[in-house]
């Protein structure tokens, strides 16, 4: 198309400072400081990575640079321009785009179709379908891509669809091109292909900001690289300058956080024991929960962790391996018979798994046990009242009633409810797929005081966290999982960060 | 309104809202009531008042079952194929089966208006047996086969009028038996039987909906089937019964409908499923899951039945009802709406 025709010399800039500076830039959220105050200038022609663990403010930068959300406080200076950049559009026409670890485009049209959407060659208001064809074909061919400009795009692998994706953004007189972790479903091929593009836009002038957990693919790719922890730039290297092992160091929070205060009980007997197990997206897992223990399952997100505990938990089909509960063997085929058993799962997404968000807070904290709210045939409105109560006091829920829908709460009570539904109902074993994502600070503290009387009455605790130092504080075992295996296990901090980390991304 | 007093787990606002809106529609119905009895000097007769309570009927009770699979967030297009499917069905049994029952009962000993009333009530129970059949078709489809609802419910729309016509060759099926064809034009204590059979059916659905777990169950599984499975709720079984109680509602209709009109006749019936949800969206059922009562969808029925009825009295041109049941659904919904975003 004409601006990739007219590239080289439209991006060529009279302006000599960064491209783009962020000047204090600091973004807040009720309750949560996702961004601290960051300096950091962007030169114009470079590849600059950006790392940190989930939750270090790598998609809040992100946001704020593609004016998805606003800024609380600070200056991005554009060329030299303090510039608003308050909505998506106003970035668009700066020349900044985003490319995105899933693929945002229209799976039923055409890749022709797709690379020109919003932006459709038409003559006398119709469309020009063959024209547009052939020019998304040079396009393509031109980035050397081997892919057809006629085909539907669902039609393509996701790895394919990521090139689209890139190439229309790269198609639109962009000048600051942003990657979030582009290589996550891709093959290798497709990622080769994905970083000749990216030198090539290179060249033309156009800077690249690539966010990734792979330090293979910063050290092959990126100029510079900046690190990202607890929402707080510190610090920026050069990468021929740095090594893998500095920027691990730079990504893990040193100072343990006064959070976490880890109550230790003498371990019982094994409440969840499972060996071998494999099911959809996990193999051979073998690993045992007693009572007054922790167990930690560590690695970055699509590592397998949840895959397994669903597997344990009924939802998900095990197709090799055994479990055992209390020593006995035993075989869940869905969920009731977990729960039956003694176990309670608090899911990872508490939109999507959790909570019936236009439901009550009552009818969601009593939804598993409503058999035992059941007198004869109906239930028991006091026993219901009573239970829904007892669990708001318990937990300090900020609700105004029990009948407040769930959504009217914080995404930090809503949390309670999604952990809450479970306790005083004395199940065994609890599981909890990332329990203090998104929540601030002062509930994960409460959040963590709950794990100490859980354990204290007996019970053990499955914890999934993708943050290392949650997992690291408070589990008595750690087991590091990458690519759906279990790669490495760890006594109460037996290992050192960097190991962790390491096992972990598998650098 | 999934509130009633009885109900304690039920959001507040919702709660609120929900007494508005079933006074709202109360009123509505009152109001209508009112003015028809001032208007028309036919409308306050006991005649037509226990007309408009049979006509009310047949509609209060498909509303009530489509307003299970509402709750579920699917919907239920083959109500009304259901319904006329089983005037065929009930029909063809009390024609051809159902002498000979009475006839053996008979043989063995009992008299023969007792024997003809068994017979009669096995050739009814069957026909509902179907009916669930049917619903539990819908669910395996459903939950099975991840069919949509709407397809689902729509291929068993026309394949069962196909079916009906098939049984009958195009023709009517008349039944001869008195004691069936009395029913709908009897009364009990003074209230007409086909309304005593909202009674009978909307009790049990309250207690079912409102005062036990696998009502909580239907509300979450409409909302969040995930969360719902993940708690332990049985997501399949109770999205089964949602389709299963809406075929079995809408074979009791098929039922009174026969009675009714004393004919098993495949193109009866007609539209019926529209008008079902539409009285139970007027009674507060929201499309979108999770939220709808017992008693909406009857109200929903009724204020439809009087709309009719007045516009019949009044003299007022038959087509302006499906104008004003129009114009009604707009205004409710909307009205539902602006609560929410309000919220």
New interface residues.
């Given amino acids: 198309m004409s601006a990739a025709a007219e590239a080289p010399s439209a991006r060529r800039d009279s302006f000599a400072g960064p491209i783009l500076e962020l000047r204090g830039l600091e973004k807040r959220y009720v309750g949560t400081h996702a961004l601290k105050p960051a300096d950091l200038a962007f030169e114009a022609g470079e590849i600059h990575a950006i790392v940190g663990e989930n939750g270090a403010g790598k998609s809040t930068l992100i946001k704020l640079l593609t004016g998805v959300t606003p800024r609380t406080a600070g200056e991005i200076v554009w060329k030299g321009v303090p510039t608003d950049l308050s909505t998506p559009n106003e970035a668009i026409a700066l020349g900044i785009n985003a490319v995105h670890q899933e693929v945002v485009l229209c799976p039923h049209l055409t890749v022709a179709a797709n690379i020109f959407l919003g932006d459709e060659r038409t003559a006398r208001g119709l469309l020009k379908d063959r024209a547009m064809v052939r020019e998304a074909q040079r396009i393509l061919d031109d980035l050397g891509f081997n892919l057809p400009a006629g085909a539907v795009l669902s039609t393509l692998t996701i790895g394919q669809q990521q090139l689209i994706a890139t190439a229309r953004a790269a198609t639109r007189g962009t000048q600051f091109l942003i990657f979030d972790e582009p290589t996550a479903y891709l093959t290798r091929q497709e990622a080769a292909q994905l970083f000749a593009l990216i030198r090539r836009l290179k060249a033309q002038g156009v800077t690249i900001v690539y966010i990734s957990h792979r330090m293979e693919e910063i050290f092959e790719l990126a100029d510079r690289v900046s690190v990202l922890r607890d929402g707080m730039l510190v610090g920026t290297r050069v990468v021929a300058e740095t090594t893998d092992a500095e920027l691990i160091a730079l990504m893990i929070n040193r100072s343990i956080e006064q959070i976490y205060h880890k109550e230790t009980f003498a371990h019982g007997a094994p409440v969840l024991e499972t060996r071998h197990l494999s099911g959809r997206g996990f193999e051979d897992v073998s690993l045992t929960v007693r009572e007054g223990e922790i167990v930690g399952l560590y690695g970055l997100i699509g590592a397998g962790r949840s895959e397994f505990v669903m597997g344990v938990y009924g939802r998900e089909r095990v197709t090799a391996g055994e479990v055992l509960w209390r020593g006995q063997p035993v075989t869940i085929r869905r969920e009731r018979d977990a729960i039956d058993l003694g176990m309670a799962l608090a899911p990872e997404s508490r939109r999507d798994q959790g909570l019936c968000l236009n439901l009550g807070v009552g009818l969601n904290l009593n939804l598993p046990v409503f058999d035992r709210l059941t007198r004869g045939v109906t239930i028991s409105a006091s026993e219901e009242r009573k239970a829904a109560d007892k669990q708001i006091r318990d937990l300090r829920i900020k609700t105004a009633s029990r009948n407040a829908l769930a959504l009217s709460l914080s995404g930090g009570n809503q949390q309670k409810i999604v952990i809450g539904k479970w306790l005083n109902h004395g199940a065994k074993l609890f599981i909890f797929d990332e329990p203090t994502v998104g929540v601030d600070v002062g509930t994960k503290a409460e959040i963590y005081r709950l794990f100490g009387a859980l354990l204290a009455k007996g019970a053990g605790i499955l914890l999934i966290s993708s943050y290392l130092p949650e997992v690291y504080e408070l589990a008595d075992r750690l087991h590091v999982f990458r690519g759906g295996r279990q790669v490495a296990s760890h006594g109460f901090k037996a290992a050192s960060h960097e190991q962790i980390l390491t096992e972990a991304i598998g650098v | 309104m ?1 509130d009633t007093a ?10 609120e809202f929900s007494r508005l809106l079933g006074l709202t529609l109360v009123g509505v119905l009152l109001a209508m009531f009112l003015f028809l009895a001032w208007k028309t000097s036919t409308f306050a007769t006991p005649g037509n008042l226990s007309n408009l309570a049979r006509q009310g009927a047949i509609f209060a009770i498909l509303a009530l079952g489509q307003t299970f699979v509402i709750i579920t967030a699917g919907i239920d297009l083959s109500v009304g194929a259901v319904a006329s499917f089983i005037t065929v069905v009930v029909a063809m049994l009390i024609q051809s089966v159902a002498p000979d029952v009475t006839a053996w009962l008979v043989g063995a000993g009992l008299p023969e208006s007792i024997a003809n009333g068994v017979a009669l009530w096995i050739m009814i129970l069957a026909s509902l047996l179907l009916g669930a059949g049917i619903g539990a078709f819908h669910a395996f489809g459903v939950v099975k086969m991840g069919l949509p609802p709407f397809i689902i419910t729509l291929a068993t729309f026309t394949a069962l009028r196909g079916v009906g016509l098939l049984m009958t060759n195009g023709s009517t099926v008349n039944v001869t038996n008195d004691v069936f064809t009395g029913f709908s034009r009897g009364e009990f204590l003074g209230i007409p039987n086909l309304f005593m059979v909202v009674i009978v059916v909307a009790v049990p659905a309250f ?1 079912y909906l409102h ?3 696998w009502g ?2 239907l ?2 599984v409409g ?2 089937p ?9 997501v399949n079984a109770v999205t089964a019964t949602a389709y299963i109680l809406s075929s079995v509602c809408a074979a009791i209709v098929g039922v009174m409908l026969a009675s009714r009109t004393g004919t098993g006749n495949a193109t009866q019936a007609i539209g019926f499923e529209l008008e079902a949800i539409a009285a139970s969206v007027i009674g507060g059922t929201s499309l979108f899951g ?2 709808g009562s017992v008693w909406g969808p009857l109200l929903g029925a009724f204020i439809l039945a009087t709309i009719r009825n007045g516009a019949n009295l009044m003299n007022v041109n038959s087509f302006w009802q499906f104008i004003i049941t129009g114009v009604l659904i707009i205004a409710i919904v909307y009205a539902d709406g602006l609560r929410r975003r309000r ?1």
């Fill in positions: 999934t009885a109900t304690g787990d039920a959001p507040r606002t919702k709660f207690v005062l036990s777990r909580r169950y509300y979450a909302s969040n995930e969360a719902a499975r993940l708690s332990g709720v049985n999770a939220i919220r």
